[in-house]
């Protein structure tokens, strides 16, 4: 089955870190481009990363994150991680992520809370 | 960034109706657009890329039309499954960005 499963949310104080993950299955996170998204209370969506296909591929950030979170895959276990550093109480959100198509994503997980408080 | 508009912001409707969303760009995105349907407590759903194709496993009443900076989405016989926000987001210009949501309800 096609699916991806995030985890490693939770509560955490201003100014810590965090280490999301995203395990993908029937398909390899390393060939495709993959997206984080964040929902915050009462918001729309938000568009935080893409990174392309390939091992040595490119990230794109939107400014808001670009100093503070980081991703990374792991081919090994066919894993995306978003490492966040620097949190803030406006990062806490529902954090998704996605594989991308041709800029629509098409495939997302079920999301993973992550509250700064 | 591109701005992605929105509207109405909230929608009442009832089963059988026929329903049309907007979403406006504040600059050209060409055809670079995509809808999704979210419900409470679940992920965002795709039902349409390339503002006009249905994406798989999309039900047949959902039709995206539009290009540049207008776009619509409609749902020709509202079902009850259907009840949800509906968001729009752009793919033409980084960083990609969605509108702030269109929620269906009775």
């Known amino acids: 089955e096609v699916q991806l499963v995030e985890s490693g949310g939770g509560s955490i104080q201003p100014g810590g870190s965090l280490i999301l993950s995203c395990a993908a299955s029937?398909?390899?996170?390393?060939?495709?481009?993959m997206s984080w998204v964040r929902r915050a209370p009462g918001k729309g969506l938000e568009w935080l990363s893409i990174?392309?296909?390939?091992?040595?591929?490119?990230?794109r950030y939107r400014d808001s994150v670009k100093a503070r979170f980081t991703v990374s895959r792991d081919l090994a276990t066919n894993t995306m991680y978003l490492e966040l550093n620097g949190l803030r109480v406006e990062d806490t959100a529902v954090y998704y992520c996605?594989?991308?198509?041709?800029?629509?994503?098409?495939?997302w997980g079920q999301g993973t809370l992550v509250t700064v408080s | 960034e591109v701005v992605m508009t929105q509207s109405p912001a909230t929608l009442s409707v009832s089963p059988g109706e026929r329903v049309t969303l907007s979403c406006r760009a504040s600059q050209s995105v060409r055809s670079n657009l995509a809808w999704y349907q979210q419900k409470p407590g679940q992920a965002p759903r795709l039902l349409i890329h390339g503002a006009s194709t249905r994406a798989t496993g999309a039900p047949a009443r959902f039709s995206g039309s539009g290009s540049g900076t207008e776009f619509t989405l409609t749902i020709s016989s509202l079902q009850s499954e259907d009840l949800a926000v509906y968001s729009c987001q752009q793919y033409d210009n980084w960083p990609y960005t969605f509108g702030q949501g269109t929620k269906l309800e009775i």
């Open positions: 990174v392309y296909s390939g091992g040595g591929g490119p990230t």
């Open positions: 029937g398909f390899s996170v390393i060939n495709s481009y």
């Open positions: 996605a594989r991308v198509g041709r800029g629509e994503l098409d495939l």
